[in-house]
Each structure stands twice: as structure tokens, then as C-alpha cells.
């Protein structure tokens, strides 16, 4: 078997599902960056502490909104056609698993 031919009609489908992944990857991806800036920026150099809020109390919720990120990306960020996960790259042309294009 070949790889598959699609419509001109599939092929938009496949793009504006792209579109949508990569716009929740922002939504879930750029508060949280800010996030952590701002934890960064505010910790207290001797305690740890964030605008009074201790470091046992801060650290594991951090620790939790970034692994439900990273668990959210593996699902999210792959490949409308053929499921295969998009890696590290923010903008890609097209799958490397399949070729579709995907911009
Ligand atoms: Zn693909």
C-alpha cells in the first residue's frame, strides 16, 4: 500500500485541525511560562516562600501543573493524519511520519 491520497477537502480538515492543536498547545504552554517566571522572579532568596505562600505548598502544585502540561502535550501535540507525536518543534510544515502537510 501506498501512502494514501487525499482530498483537497481532507487536506484543509487535517490543516484547521492542526491550527486548533497548535492553538491549545499556546493556551496551555504560555500561562504556565508565565507562571514559572513569576515563581522565579518573586521566590524569597532566604525561604523559598512566593508572596508569602511557602515552598511545600508551591513546589508540588508547580510540580503538578507541569506534568499535567507535559501529559496534555502528549496528547494534543501529534499529528491530525496519522497520530504521530509532533515533537519539539512549535511550527512544523508538514508530519515527518506522513508528509501531510500541515500549514
Ligand atoms: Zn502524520
Given amino acids: ?5 487525499r482530498t483537497d477537502a481532507e487536506k484543509a480538515v487535517i490543516k484547521a485541525s ?11 504552554l504560555t500561562p504556565l511560562l508565565g507562571i514559572v517566571i513569576a515563581v522565579a522572579g518573586l521566590a524569597d532568596a532566604r525561604s ?11 513546589a508540588p502544585a ?3 501543573g507541569l506534568g499535567g502540561a507535559a501529559v496534555y502535550t502528549l496528547f494534543n501535540w501529534r499529528c491530525p493524519a496519522c497520530n504521530r507525536y509532533l515533537g ?16
Avoid at 519539539?88 to 500549514?103: E, N, T, Y
Fill in 1 to 5: 500500500m501506498g501512502p494514501r491520497i
Fill in 88 to 103: 519539539a518543534q512549535w511550527s512544523p510544515m508538514r508530519c515527518r511520519g506522513c508528509g501531510i502537510p500541515l500549514r
Fill in 48 to 58: 523559598q516562600a512566593v508572596l508569602g505562600v511557602p515552598a511545600g505548598v508551591w
Fill in 18 to 28: 492542526f491550527a486548533a492543536r497548535r492553538r491549545r498547545q499556546f493556551l496551555v
Fill in 62 to 64: 508547580l510540580f503538578a
